[in-house]
T-cell receptor, first 113, second 111 residues
Framework: DTGVSQDPRHKITKRGQNVTFRCDPI?????LYWYRQTLGQGPEFLTY????????KSRLLSDRFSAERPKGSFSTLEIQRTEQGDSAMYLC???????????FGPGTRLTVL | QKEVEQDPGPLSVPEGAIVSLNCTYS??????FMWYRQYSRKGPELLMY????GNKEDGRFTAQVDKSSKYISLFIRDSQPSDSATYLC???????????FGPGTSLSVIP
């Protein structure tokens, strides 16, 4: 499969725990984006990377959230001290330089109890 | 007011019907327009992409953009039960920029 992959697909955690999600973009896609989608809403932008550089962060990305893309390939999104309001689908997308469109992965569904 | 508004759903149509899905936006800086289809518990799948006013056709799908009215539409001809999904309009200011999505319209095509 040469699409964007995300792991895990589902995560259930207790409030206050830390969680980390991984995204593997399409090979050689230099831009990588994270979005969050809650039930009945469209995805909302969180942050994006050009290679390993994090270029923009949304105000939605509180201090409890951190994203990395250390070698310009896969990326991780960590949420510390999870809250029930963090329950959502976390989507990753990637884009190839010179191309116009972003391709989305299947998402990681987080449930915070 | 949200940047991108979309017709509220859910929308239910009989198989074979023509479906019209609509979005309005407030920021005239948006230049690139997309429609994504999202099946339940899946990631969004790109259906149509355009960067100019006018119509773009791809099989049973036609995307229409009117930048002067800040209005975009997606038409689905000969709708099929497999078209049942949530349709998200989306746009950005530059092709490499973050995408701003509408809230989505849920469509059910009844056999």
């Amino acid at each position: 499969d040469t699409g964007v992959s995300q792991d895990p697909r589902h995560k259930i955690t207790k409030r206050g725990q830390n969680v980390t999600f991984r995204c593997d973009p399409i090979s050689e896609h230099n831009r990588l984006y994270w979005y969050r989608q809650t039930l009945g809403q469209g995805p909302e932008f969180l942050t994006y990377f050009q290679n390993e550089a994090q270029l923009e962060k949304s105000r939605l990305l509180s201090d409890r959230f951190s994203a990395e893309r250390p070698k310009g390939s896969f990326s991780t999104l960590e949420i510390q001290r999870t809250e029930q309001g963090d329950s959502a689908m976390y989507l990753c997308a990637s884009r190839e330089t010179g191309r116009d469109t972003q391709y989305f992965g299947p998402g990681t569904r987080l449930t915070v109890l | 007011q949200k940047e991108v508004e979309q017709d509220p759903g859910p929308l239910s149509v009989p198989e074979g019907a023509i479906v019209s899905l609509n979005c309005t936006y407030s920021n005239s800086a948006f230049q690139y327009f997309m429609w994504y289809r999202q099946y339940s518990r899946k990631g969004p799948e790109l259906l149509m992409y355009t960067y100019s006013s006018g119509n773009k056709e791809d099989g049973r799908f036609t995307a229409q953009v009117d930048k002067s009215s800040k209005y975009i539409s997606l038409f689905i001809r000969d709708s099929q039960p497999s078209d049942s999904a949530t349709y998200l309009c989306a746009m950005n200011m530059a092709s490499y920029d973050k995408v701003i999505f509408g809230p989505g319209t849920s469509l059910s095509v009844i056999p």
